[in-house]
């Protein structure tokens, strides 16, 4: 499958703050959101944690995350945001995909909203 970009605004949850916007990769290997951890940090977003993350490689790091508002395709949700390193592409990962009831059409390389979100 080829490469899905998507514009995504990352905010703190209270709203207050200007929000960090750009093309984010999506990834459904990709459970969390990541962002540069500096864009995030300018636009309000705490570190809350951290988690031990699988690298692509397969290194596992621990890595500070935060909460934060994720608007894209005219939806909202809230979620995990990991502190990428400066410079780090963006990833939307599935799990903010899948809360608003977006998924990757394969063949298509887009992303299409499901009809319902299933509570099954």
Same mark, same amino acid.
């Given at each position: 499958?080829?490469?899905?970009?998507?514009?995504?605004?990352?905010?703190?949850?209270?709203?207050?703050?200007?929000?960090?916007?750009?093309?984010?990769?999506?990834?459904?290997?990709?459970?969390?959101?990541?962002?540069?951890?500096?864009? !995030?940090?300018? =636009? $309000? @977003?705490? *570190?809350?944690?951290?988690?031990?993350?699988?690298?692509?490689?397969? #290194?596992?790091?621990?890595?500070?995350?935060?909460?934060?508002?994720?608007?894209?395709?005219?939806?909202?949700?809230?979620?995990?945001?990991?502190?990428?390193?400066?410079?780090?592409?963006?990833?939307?990962?599935?799990?903010? !995909?899948?809360? =608003? $009831? @977006?998924? *990757?059409?394969?063949?298509?390389?887009?992303?299409?909203?499901?009809? #319902?979100?299933?509570?099954?």
């Amino acid at each position: 499958m080829g490469l899905t970009q998507v514009t995504v605004r990352i905010a703190g949850l209270n709203g207050n703050d200007k929000p960090f916007e750009d093309l984010f990769l999506v990834d459904t290997g990709a459970t969390d959101s990541m962002a540069p951890g500096d864009q !995030l940090r300018e =636009v $309000g @977003i705490r *570190v809350e944690g951290k988690m031990s993350y699988e690298l692509a490689d397969g #290194a596992v790091r621990e890595t500070s995350f935060g909460l934060a508002r994720i608007e894209f395709m005219g939806e909202t949700t809230a979620g995990r945001v990991i502190f990428g390193p400066p410079g780090s592409e963006p990833i939307l990962g599935v799990t903010a !995909l899948e809360s =608003v $009831g @977006i998924v *990757v059409d394969p063949a298509k390389k887009t992303l299409k909203r499901l009809p #319902a979100i299933p509570l099954k």
